[in-house]
């Protein structure tokens, strides 16, 4: 926690059981990007639950499920994107 109040981890956390796993995993994801476009860090993590909730809520088979996966795709492709582009303007 000391450290969170230097400044030097941030933690966010969004409510997905209240407000729903597609809309907070895009916002987490958005908050990723933005901190990733800002630098200043060299190790995150990011989950996204979408297709966690879905598989027991819904089942493996299933439209609900291929939609989840889908939504976490290009959640995760914006991030290896931008990921990509931030080592190729340093590396």
Do not use: N, W
């Not at 990723?32 to 088979?61: E, M, N, P």
């Not at 996966?69 to 994107?81: G, N, Q, V």
């Amino acid at each position: 926690m000391e450290q969170q109040y230097a400044g030097l981890h941030r933690v966010i956390v969004r409510d997905g059981e209240t407000f729903g796993y597609p809309t907070v995993d895009a916002e987490i994801t958005s908050i990723t990007l933005a901190a990733l476009r800002a630098g200043g860090f060299d190790v995150g993590f990011t989950y996204c639950c979408d297709v966690d909730d879905a598989g027991h809520i819904h089942g493996l088979h299933g439209e609900h499920y291929r939609k989840a996966i889908k939504r976490i795709d290009a959640h995760a492709k914006s991030l290896t994107d931008i990921v990509a582009d931030r080592h190729g303007a340093f590396g």
